[in-house]
């Protein structure tokens, strides 16, 4: 059973040597009144918030998930198929997708985050993206955090990453003006020319982020949704209309500092009456349903296109990773353990 171990707890910007991948040897086998599961693992997901459960101590507030033990697997989301069970709720075959470990197969006692996959005519990697946690999380920051309405002008930050893409699709299916933010020239053009985003920039090229958004926003911002915090959040306030809404899903670039940056134009908020709501996508799992009627139209039907980053083989799961703090994934990063 190969499995993904963390090394040892980790301070400031992780590494790939941060992790190993090692072969247990461990027979697994479910315990009876276990309520547990023994699942084969597909489909991994890399998220951004791996990171925190990396340190010793998670961010103050944060308390969705505790955090890894050095020496141990990592946990995270991912996709696989039930090969045992003594747990009413699955069977022998099931596919799932939730919670489980970085490894090739894994005993699950009792599952927590773990549900069954209903929909098997699309391919079983989307329930690590764009059917799993990114999309359910753009799908509630967009449509129930940021109050969006036809016409509004809607800036996305890590615009080309597994939220970020989808956000700018669902604005544009609203009818909305939409600008996304991103890394490099090649994820400029794929947000400009594939994903029908009105407007994008490289934020690493612009010297002045300010002068940025207000070539893009001459009338100003209604809905920012908020990716990566830092200088980019600064810059945002300035341009934010009044009554703005500001979506905030994560803050990536605040990850791996020990101190977080000052942001200077919170006045904004005031002066400009912003609503600024940070919102976490486990509030919204009782939507998963009605998100699953309004997504799974927009895929079969051609309306959103779904960008996937995969590597193969849990060898490459450091490095998928490591690569979202350094903007190497295009789309969804994703790391195939199996294909079934
Ligand atoms: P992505 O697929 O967008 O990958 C991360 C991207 O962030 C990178 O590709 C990179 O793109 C960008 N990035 C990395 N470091 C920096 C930096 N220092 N400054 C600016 N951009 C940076 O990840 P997700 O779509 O999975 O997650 C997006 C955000 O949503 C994260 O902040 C995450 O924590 C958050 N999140 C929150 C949830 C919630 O419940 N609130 C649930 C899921 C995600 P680039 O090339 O553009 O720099």
């Not at 947000?191 to 029908?196: D, I, M, R, T």
């Not at 810059?235 to 934010?240: H, K, Q």
Request: with cysteine; charged share 20%; hydrophobic share 35%.
């Amino acid at each position: 059973n190969k499995q993904v171990i963390l090394r040892d707890y980790v301070t400031g910007f992780p590494q790939e040597s941060d992790m190993y991948v090692i072969t247990g040897t461990a027979k697994l086998k479910v315990p009876e009144d276990s309520k547990g599961v023994l699942v084969k693992n597909l489909y991994l997901s890399s998220d951004p918030y791996i990171r925190f459960l990396m340190g010793k101590r998670k961010p103050e507030g944060y308390s969705s998930f505790s955090s890894y033990t050095p020496g141990s697997p990592l946990t995270g989301y991912g996709v696989a198929k039930v090969l045992d069970s003594r747990n009413p709720g699955f069977k022998e075959g099931d596919l799932v997708w939730g919670i489980t470990g970085w490894e090739e197969y894994s005993l699950i006692t009792p599952p927590q985050r773990l549900f069954k996959i209903q929909h098997t005519d699309v391919p079983l990697s989307y329930y690590t993206g764009i059917l799993g946690l990114p999309g359910l999380s753009a799908y509630a920051g967009f449509y129930e955090v940021s109050s969006p309405k036809k016409g509004d002008r809607v800036f996305i930050s890590a615009a080309s990453g597994a939220v970020g893409h989808l956000v700018g699709q669902f604005a544009k299916l609203m009818g909305c003006y939409v600008v996304g933010s991103a890394g490099s020239k090649e994820k400029v053009d794929l947000l400009k020319n594939k994903l029908g985003f009105d407007e994008a920039f490289n934020y690493k090229e612009e010297h002045n982020l300010d002068a940025a958004l207000k070539r893009c926003f001459p009338e100003g911002i209604d809905i920012y949704f908020e990716n990566v915090g830092g200088k980019m959040l600064d810059a945002v306030l300035l341009n934010m209309r009044v009554r703005g809404r500001i979506a905030a899903c994560g803050m990536i670039s605040q990850y791996n500092l020990d101190q977080p940056e000052g942001v200077r134009n919170l006045m904004s908020i005031v002066y400009k009456r912003v609503h600024f709501e940070g919102f976490s996508v486990y509030d919204f799992y009782h939507l998963y349903p009605k998100f699953l009627d309004v997504v799974l139209p927009y895929i079969r039907g051609g309306k959103i296109t779904y960008i996937e980053d995969i590597v193969e083989g849990l060898e490459k799961g450091p490095g998928a990773i490591i690569g979202l703090f350094k903007g190497r994934n295009v789309g969804k990063q994703v790391v195939v353990v199996a294909h079934e």
